[in-house]
């Protein structure tokens, strides 16, 4: 289930009214596909239109949306053979920094990012997201590691 934000609610309560279409035309076997699609199309511009004007605490409430994408996330969508380097060679490996080699379109990279996690086991892991000056020299030795 998607969560929404309070700005976000028109859109949520047209994607409701188009769930609820699909169910009654899925049960009844009636043709709704062409008020679907307006209500969709309803909807993309609603949203597109919110999003082209938020204030600065809609922006923030968007960057830390409870379902937004994390590092791991990404890696797993554009790269292959991602290996995790850790450490940074001086007193110890931050979690809340993450970074390894991986390869994109056959091209070797170096992907660098922070994780948070996803549930409280996780994020008491990955200090939720907050990264320690261990973390800042293992960033900078990884990015020494990819310039040579």
Sequence with gaps: MTTYLDFEKPVAALEARISELQETADE?????????????GKADTILSDTYAKLTAWQKTQVARHPERPHFKHY??????????????RA??????????????????????????????????????????????????????????
Excluded at 28 to 40: M, N, Q, V
Excluded at 75 to 88: K, N, T
């Design 28 to 40: 009844s076997e009636i043709d709704a596909s062409a008020e679907i699609g307006k209500l969709r």
């Design 91 to 148: 007193f110890a490996d931050d979690p809340a920094i993450v970074g390894g080699l991986a390869r994109i379109e056959g091209r070797r990279v170096l992907l660098i990012g922070h994780e948070k996690g996803d549930d409280t086991a996780s994020r008491l892991k990955h200090n939720f997201g907050m990264a320690k000056p261990e973390g800042y020299r293992k960033a900078i030795r990884l990015m020494q590691l990819a310039d040579r």
């Design 75 to 88: 890696v797993a969508g554009i790269a292959d053979d991602f290996m995790p380097l850790a450490g940074d």
